[in-house]
């Protein structure tokens, strides 16, 4: 880790250390200024909340939705949630990994965003949510990435 990101840590830990549950805060702060959690993170939070290192990294790897290894260049989530699997979201994600696996394009499975009734739905960076996504409309949006980036 970094000196910028060891400050960026220890005043994340010091600005949430009080509240009550601060563990995920924390950890949700860090991994959205970091964009994951570094092993490091672990000692210096568990000392910080007067935890053990077990607790830390039992929660940071309970929730799925922690990293611990930065992202690639954009995060791709597609939903597996019922709904969505009745539309096909299986076979979506199973197209998804092979088109990703050599990318550096971090493929996330997530569980529910909110568009069931038009599934399968993705998401890509936390902020463009597409739906009725077939593999050939996922290919086109995973190229367009390539051309923005």
Known sequence: ???????????????????????????????HALGYLP???????????????????????????????????HVVHVCCAEACQANGSEALAAHARERLKDSDLTLEPVYCLGLCSIGPAVQIDETTLHARVTPEKFDALIGALGERS
């Open 1 to 31: 880790m970094t000196d910028i990101s060891s400050d960026i840590v220890q005043s994340i830990v010091a600005a949430k250390r009080e509240l009550p549950g601060a563990l995920l805060p924390i950890l949700h702060d860090i991994q």
């Open 39 to 73: 092993g490091e993170v672990v000692p210096l939070i568990a000392k910080q909340l007067n935890l053990s290192r077990a607790e830390v990294h039992g929660v940071i790897t309970y929730y799925h939705h922690f990293r611990q290894t930065p992202p690639g260049s």
